[in-house]
């Protein structure tokens, strides 16, 4: 593909050195119009073709590369909470000590709905 336009070079500081509305008007025409490029690029031209296809497909595969790998920190989360639970889950129910706390907070419940329901109104 043949460039018709030359890239102005930027300063230290940033800029072109043109001011804001030459700034503008250059970005306004640097970008051709439908029909400039359908004069410049025949549609027709099967290399043409086959280059804009293979850049287009690789894009594509990037996109979808990219949002697969987004998801997968999802799945980490997943795996990690699906094994916190796990480990709550696996509670030695035989154990002395836990049937003890078990039994005091049960009692603890008991009274303050005793004492909740014995209020007068």
């Given at each position: 593909?043949?460039?018709?336009?030359?890239?102005?070079?930027?300063?230290?500081?940033?800029?072109?050195?043109?001011?804001?509305?030459?700034?503008?008007?250059?970005?306004?025409?640097?970008?051709?119009?439908?029909?400039?490029?359908?004069a410049?690029?025949?549609?027709?031209?099967?290399?043409?073709?086959?280059?804009?296809?293979?850049?287009?497909?690789?894009?594509?595969?990037?996109?979808?590369?990219?949002?697969?790998?987004?998801?997968?920190?999802?799945?980490?989360?997943?795996?990690?909470?699906?094994?916190?639970?796990?480990?709550?889950?696996?509670?030695?129910l035989?154990?002395?000590?836990?049937?003890?706390?078990?039994?005091?907070?049960?009692?603890?419940?008991?009274?303050?709905?005793?004492?909740?329901?014995?209020?007068p109104?």
């Amino acid at each position: 593909m043949k460039k018709s336009e030359i890239k102005p070079t930027t300063t230290n500081n940033g800029s072109n050195g043109a001011s804001a509305p030459e700034a503008e008007a250059a970005s306004s025409s640097a970008e051709p119009t439908k029909a400039e490029l359908e004069a410049e690029f025949d549609p027709n031209d099967k290399e043409l073709c086959h280059a804009a296809l293979k850049i287009q497909s690789t894009f594509r595969g990037h996109l979808a590369r990219k949002l697969v790998n987004k998801d997968a920190p999802e799945d980490e989360d997943i795996k990690e909470i699906t094994k916190k639970v796990a480990e709550e889950l696996d509670i030695d129910l035989t154990d002395p000590e836990l049937n003890k706390a078990a039994t005091k907070i049960q009692a603890s419940f008991r009274g303050h709905k005793t004492r909740r329901e014995a209020q007068p109104e």
